[in-house]
Each structure stands twice: as C-alpha cells, then as structure tokens.
C-alpha cells in the first residue's frame, strides 16, 4: 500500500504510532508537502493518503473519503496565515503570494478576500517560505508558519480565525482518501493503516507528553509550542466538520474557484 503523510506537524499526531511504536508491514510511506500528494493521488501514484480538503473536488469520483479523521480547526489555527505589510482591507489590486505548498487554504483565502471584504489581489505563486520583498502580502502554511518570523510583519491574520468570524463555521483543511480502485483487494491493509491512526490519537490523549518530544524531534526548527498547538487542532471527522466542509465546498463552487461537489463519498466497511 503506497501511503502518503502531510510532513507537517499537524500530521504527527496520525502517524506516531505507525512511525515510532509499530512499523506497518508492506506499507511504504511517502512524506511530501499537501500539494504534492494531491498530485499524486490524483494521478494514482499513492493509494491512500491525506490530502487538500480543497483537491478532492478534482477527483471526488475517484476516491473515497475516511469517515473519522481530518485535519480542522475551530478558528484559531496558527499555521495558516497571511502575513501583510498593509491592512487586508488595502488588499485590493496588491501583489498576493499564494503558497505552492497546498490548496485548500489558497481557495480559503480567496473566498474570504473576494466575498466578504470584496476584494481582488494580483495573486501570485511563492516558494511556501515567501518574502514580503516584493509583494505586499502572503499567504503561509504548515510547517512554515509555525517557524520565527524572518521579519517584522506589521499584520498577521489567522485564515482559521477570521473564517470562523466570517461565515460562523469552521476550516477542514485535510481529509483522508483511499483510491477506489485499491478497495476491493486492498481492505485489509487499509484497515490496518485505519487502526493505526485510531492508535496514534489514542497515544495523544494517554502519552501526550512522549509524542509532542517525538514530534519536537522530528521537527526541531518548530517555533510554536506543539501542545497548544495540538489543542487548536481537530482530528476527529465529526458531523458538524462535514457540514462546515460541505459549506466550504459551496462557496468554492459559487465563485469557480473549485468544481462542485456532489456529496462526500465515504469509504464503507473501515
């Protein structure tokens, strides 16, 4: 099975135990930033793996979705953010950067800026580690936004914050998929690669401590304190997160910024 893990550490708390206590057997796993794996998904490279909430609208058809897990927020985030050298009010017509790194917070933004502060920034791709040189905001994800900052930035938004300000709901950033065309062969490792990640958020709640100084490890360069940021986090796929998603898909399709999606396709049986 040709897993792939979001190497962020908002990702950790699910592969702890398969990376730290109990190796899957016939199982290789594959680090890489959100975008990549989407890419891979969607080309059938990686049979199972998170991915961009945002991605799965390009090929809902072709995968089914984990019914228990995700990678949420409700408001406050910390690793999602725009750092700005001007009010997002001033936003209109400036340089953007946008980060290559993912795709469900680019598509957040958008709908923030263009619907609820009527907005249209000249948008524009950056490394997911941007300047502020020569353009006047950026977005920043993951890993990146938790490190020091480089530079003074006189403004800092929380996309999780402002969003759940905006339209009352909150952010699904990622969920779980598994390629349908692996399901019929391959259900006993899924369920394995499942009950692996109902062990490591087990190991969250019971041995918080040992995992964060894994995770502290893993990710030296982490700025923010990984227990709080560990609460800001929602890993559990609950109803009202489904319906926060399905809200978020809808205001994506109104403005084109994503294809609609007809209903989440559930993985049966897991």
Same mark, same amino acid.
């Given at each position: 099975? !040709?897993?792939? #893990?979001?190497?962020?550490?908002?990702?950790?708390?699910?592969?702890?135990?398969?990376?730290?206590?109990?190796?899957?057997?016939?199982?290789?796993?594959?680090?890489?930033?959100?975008?990549?794996?989407?890419?891979?998904?969607?080309?059938?490279?990686?049979?199972?793996?998170?991915?961009?909430?945002?991605?799965?609208?390009?090929?809902? @058809?072709?995968?089914?979705?984990?019914?228990?897990?995700?990678?949420?927020?409700?408001? #406050?985030? !910390?690793?999602?953010?725009?750092?700005?050298?001007?009010?997002?009010?001033?936003?209109?017509?400036?340089?953007?950067?946008?980060?290559?790194?993912?795709?469900?917070?680019?598509?957040?933004?958008?709908?923030?800026?263009?619907?609820? #502060?009527?907005?249209?920034? %000249?948008? %524009?791709?950056?490394?997911?580690?941007?300047?502020?040189?020569?353009?006047?905001?950026?977005?920043?994800?993951?890993?990146?936004?938790?490190?020091?900052?480089?530079?003074?930035?006189?403004?800092?938004?929380?996309?999780? @914050?402002?969003?759940?300000?905006?339209?009352?709901?909150?952010?699904?950033?990622?969920?779980?998929?598994? !390629?349908?065309?692996?399901?019929?062969?391959?259900?006993?490792?899924?369920?394995?690669?499942?009950?692996?990640?109902?062990?490591?958020?087990?190991?969250?709640?019971?041995?918080?401590? &040992?995992?964060?100084?894994?995770?502290?490890?893993?990710?030296? @360069?982490?700025?923010?304190?990984?227990?709080?940021?560990?609460?800001?986090? &929602?890993?559990?796929?609950?109803?009202?997160?489904?319906?926060?998603?399905?809200?978020?898909?809808?205001?994506?399709?109104?403005?084109?910024?994503?294809?609609?999606?007809?209903?989440?396709?559930?993985?049966?049986?897991?």
């Amino acid at each position: 099975m !040709r897993l792939g #893990y979001i190497d962020y550490l908002n990702c950790y708390p699910f592969y702890y135990h398969m990376m730290e206590k109990e190796p899957l057997a016939n199982v290789a796993l594959h680090p890489a930033y959100p975008s990549e794996l989407n890419r891979m998904m969607a080309s059938g490279e990686l049979d199972m793996s998170p991915i961009s909430s945002a991605a799965y609208a390009s090929f809902q @058809d072709e995968a089914a979705v984990l019914p228990d897990f995700c990678l949420s927020s409700i408001g #406050y985030v !910390r690793s999602v953010i725009l750092t700005s050298r001007l009010p997002i009010e001033e936003l209109d017509g400036r340089p953007l950067g946008l980060s290559s790194a993912s795709q469900t917070s680019v598509v957040l933004l958008k709908i923030l800026l263009e619907k609820y #502060y009527g907005l249209r920034p %000249l948008y %524009l791709p950056t490394s997911p580690s941007p300047s502020l040189e020569d353009i006047d905001a950026a977005l920043v994800i993951g890993n990146e936004a938790l490190l020091a900052m480089k530079e003074p930035v006189p403004y800092v938004y929380d996309l999780g @914050d402002l969003w759940l300000r905006k339209t009352g709901h909150p952010v699904v950033f990622a969920i779980f998929t598994v !390629r349908k065309e692996c399901i019929s062969t391959g259900m006993p490792a899924i369920r394995e690669i499942i009950g692996s990640y109902k062990r490591s958020l087990l190991c969250l709640r019971t041995e918080r401590g &040992k995992l964060i100084e894994n995770a502290r490890r893993r990710y030296p @360069d982490i700025h923010y304190d990984i227990d709080t940021y560990y609460d800001l986090l &929602k890993f559990e796929f609950t109803h009202d997160l489904k319906a926060a998603l399905e809200f978020y898909y809808r205001e994506a399709a109104a403005l084109g910024l994503l294809a609609p999606v007809k209903k989440l396709n559930f993985l049966a049986g897991g």
